[in-house]
């Protein structure tokens, strides 16, 4: 009750103070940075994009500052990731706060992964929501942002076709070399802090070990049992996204002589890092295979 509170009286702040600030088109607020990314391609700048959870930030427990709702409340459309922690708190006050816009929420197509991790702020999430990162997901994403696009702007209709079409061509590029890498690996088991890489993990037959337990950090016996298995599949790497802290991880990289990895699934240059956890992964298994 206290958050929401204090949500409404941000709210009415912002309504009676500030009119008007934002210049450059209309907005679309998007969840997290990687859906920019397909904003953009398909629609150019022909719309200014309001990320909810900036980079840095844990998207499971985020909680807005005054001037990302300001942006939400001139915001023409929402798209939401459907299954984020911070998203089960906030979503329909942020549809409370603006009701004309419309809705779009990702996750809504894709089929899910339930996980039903408990995360800071004692909520669980019942289905992993991390599906960005898999090209095969993108390729389900990318045509509803298209069909929102052309519905919030008609008049564009014929460029967003063609700027999806592109999009659609470098999906499939990073497809075919997930493909392409992942088939001839032998070992085919990575361990990554906390479990963002499922999706991309089932959509090409690798396995994802968690080093998290229960959406927090392992207790020993789960340490010991992490590093019994790292050393019976002759893991040499720990993956951790940026957000997170690097303890446990570097303790179990020591123990079996490896190394961790940063990854950055949340940054808005999604082709790129996508690219990137890509090679990483298929590196680890490589050196795993040895």
Request: charged share 25%.
């Amino acid at each position: 009750m206290r958050k929401f509170f204090c949500f409404l009286i941000i709210v009415f702040i912002i309504s009676c103070g500030r009119q008007g600030s934002d210049t450059g088109g209309p907005i679309i607020t998007v969840s997290i940075a990687p859906f920019k990314y397909f904003v953009e391609e398909i629609a150019g700048n022909d719309f200014k994009v309001n990320v909810m959870v900036p980079a840095g930030a844990n998207p499971h427990i985020y909680e807005p500052f005054p001037e990302q709702i300001n942006k939400l409340r001139k915001s023409v459309a929402y798209i939401s990731n459907g299954y984020l922690g911070f998203e089960m708190t906030w979503l329909d006050r942020f549809y409370e706060t603006n009701k004309t816009m419309k809705r779009l929420s990702l996750g809504d197509k894709i089929d899910p992964l339930i996980s039903g991790h408990h995360h800071q702020g004692d909520h669980v999430e019942g289905a992993d929501p991390h599906y960005w990162i898999s090209p095969k997901c993108a390729m389900i994403m990318a045509p509803s942002v298209r069909e929102l696009l052309c519905e919030l702007n008609p008049l564009q209709k014929h460029k967003y076709e063609a700027n999806y079409q592109r999009l659609v061509i470098k999906i499939q590029e990073l497809d075919k070399k997930a493909r392409e890498l992942f088939s001839g690996v032998q070992n085919r088991s990575f361990m990554i802090y906390h479990p963002n890489l499922g999706y991309l993990a089932r959509d090409y037959g690798l396995e994802e070990i968690p080093v998290e337990y229960e959406g927090k950090e392992p207790p020993p016996s789960r340490m010991k049992e992490l590093i019994d298995r790292a050393r019976k599949d002759r893991l040499k790497t720990v993956f951790v996204q940026r957000e997170y802290d690097t303890k446990n991880a570097k303790a179990i990289a020591g123990e079996i002589g490896g190394e961790i990895r940063i990854i950055d699934p949340l940054s808005e240059d999604w082709q790129k890092v996508t690219i990137d956890i890509i090679n990483a992964l298929h590196n680890s298994l490589i050196e795993s295979s040895k």
